[in-house]
């Protein structure tokens, strides 16, 4: 069925390591691959985003990497900061009755301590 | 451009009764998908209006139904409440239709509570 599992749940990393979230996904026809955040109290906002035709994108401390034959993709945050805490939800796009819809994985609680 | 606006922004209901949530999209955008959102259960997928025709629906009950204006805004309807309805609802616009590239913004969102 439609799925998107994201891992880990939650995740706490020292300022200044590293912090990696991954998905997958069911549908092998998923062909974008966006990554929201959202900060307590506030609504998602893109930060990145990837489509299936690249294997690996970067924004300054944020980069995604995409694995279409094993339907992995992961967010990595280098040099984290304290700001960077907040939800993650990675998404994939499915085809659906011939439309698309956006599929939300649960989401991954990043803290990032002092 | 005025960011994606959700009225009202909180909502109080009791069992039973039924409650419309309203979503007025970017200008210029003509997608609005709807979204459910509960502690334990992320970000779930209600359905998407495009041109004011329901393009896709997620797995809820027919107690979940929307509408598309003319001017691209949407509502959202939830009959016959039921305590599990409690959460955060949340609207997303895009230039089109869901695919690569067609960003969703999201709104601010209602809080539904349901006692």
């Known amino acids: 069925g439609e799925n998107v599992e994201q891992h880990p749940s939650t995740l706490s990393v020292q300022e200044g390591d590293s912090a990696v979230i991954k998905c997958t996904y069911s549908?092998?026809?998923?062909?974008?691959f966006p990554w929201y955040k959202q900060e307590l109290g506030k609504r998602p906002q893109l930060i990145i985003d990837?489509?299936?035709?690249?294997g690996e994108k970067k924004d300054q401390r944020i980069a995604v990497t995409l694995n279409k034959t094993a339907k992995h993709f992961s967010l990595h945050i280098t040099e984290t900061q304290p700001e960077d805490s907040a939800v993650y939800f990675c998404?994939?796009?499915?085809?659906?009755?011939?439309?698309?819809?956006?599929?939300f994985g649960a989401g991954t609680r990043l803290a990032v301590h002092p | 451009k005025a960011g994606v606006t959700q009225t009202p922004r909180y909502l109080i209901k009791t069992r039973g009764q039924q409650v419309t949530l309203s979503c007025s999209p970017i200008s210029g955008h003509r997608s609005v998908s709807w979204y459910q959102q509960t502690p334990g259960q992320g970000l779930q997928f209600l359905f998407e209006?495009?041109?004011?025709?329901?393009?896709n629906k997620g797995n809820f009950p027919g107690r979940f139904s929307g509408r598309q204006f003319s001017n691209s805004r949407s509502e959202m309807n939830v009959s016959t409440l039921e305590l599990g309805d409690s959460a955060l609802y949340l609207c997303?616009?895009?230039?089109?239709?869901?695919?690569?590239?067609?960003?969703?913004?999201f709104g601010p969102g209602t809080r539904l509570t349901v006692l």
């Open positions: 997303a616009s895009s230039l089109k239709a869901g695919g690569p590239g067609n960003e969703q913004f």
């Open positions: 209006y495009f041109s004011e025709t329901q393009r």
């Open positions: 990837i489509r299936s035709n690249v």
């Open positions: 998404a994939a796009i499915l085809f659906s009755g011939g439309y698309n819809k956006l599929i």
């Open positions: 549908d092998s026809a998923s062909n974008y």
